[in-house]
């Protein structure tokens, strides 16, 4: 907003929005706390922020893997545009731009998983997770979903969820790493189905 003299003008300029933690990626979206701090899985219908009335670019300094089932978004992904429609995967790695079209409206329904580096930095997934090509811009389509490959997706996001959940202990970060690798995995035979 400017203001000249004694009235507020509105100017419909770009917005930047960095985010580089898992407690500023739930504040943006208006989310509680989250209940560890390098990791959180959202569920879309949960989320309180308003879409933004701006052209607006996030850089995420974090993995995010998103599943999206009612989707009408326009995102801006690196050189390309995307449609995200229903049943469909996307996936960011640290230091990636997203611009949100202001024009296309919240997705519902649908959860994203997402983590620090930090989170995955001692497991084998942090070693092989740059070998899974979706997570960069070259891959100029969304990981479309049939209606069988959405059931398994769903299967290991309440798998997540059931350990972010429940009771933190010794074994919950490398049950939830489990289950990450797990979904990249079938991303990537997803993907590989899909080309």
């Known amino acids: 907003y400017h203001t000249l003299g004694n009235t507020t003008m509105s100017k419909k300029e770009p917005a930047f929005v960095k985010i580089n933690s898992i407690a500023e990626y739930h504040e943006a979206l208006q989310l509680p706390k989250p209940q560890h701090p390098l990791f959180s899985i959202t569920d879309f219908s949960q989320n309180k922020h308003t879409h933004p009335s701006v052209e607006t670019t996030f850089l995420l300094n974090l993995y995010c893997i998103s599943v999206k089932e009612d989707a009408q978004c326009m995102l801006r992904y690196g050189p390309h545009h995307y449609d995200f429609r229903e049943g469909l995967m996307t996936f960011?790695?640290?230091?990636?731009?997203?611009?949100?079209?202001?024009?296309?409206?919240?997705?519902k329904v649908g959860y994203s998983v997402v983590f620090h580096p930090d989170f995955i930095r001692t497991y084998e997934l942090a070693n092989n997770i740059g070998s899974y090509s979706?997570?960069?811009?070259?891959?100029?389509?969304a990981l479309f979903l049939s209606e069988k490959e959405k059931q398994q997706?769903?299967?290991?996001?309440k798998g997540i969820l059931s350990e972010y959940e429940g009771t933190i202990d010794s074994y919950s970060q490398d049950a939830i790493v489990s289950f990450i690798a797990l979904l990249l995995v079938y991303s990537q035979r997803f993907y590989d189905r899909q080309f």
């Not at 997706?153 to 996001?157: D, K, V």
């Open 92 to 107: 960011f790695k640290p230091g990636q731009a997203i611009t949100v079209d202001p024009t296309s409206s919240d997705v």
């Open 134 to 141: 979706f997570f960069d811009y070259e891959v100029n389509e």
């Open 153 to 157: 997706i769903r299967t290991i996001g």
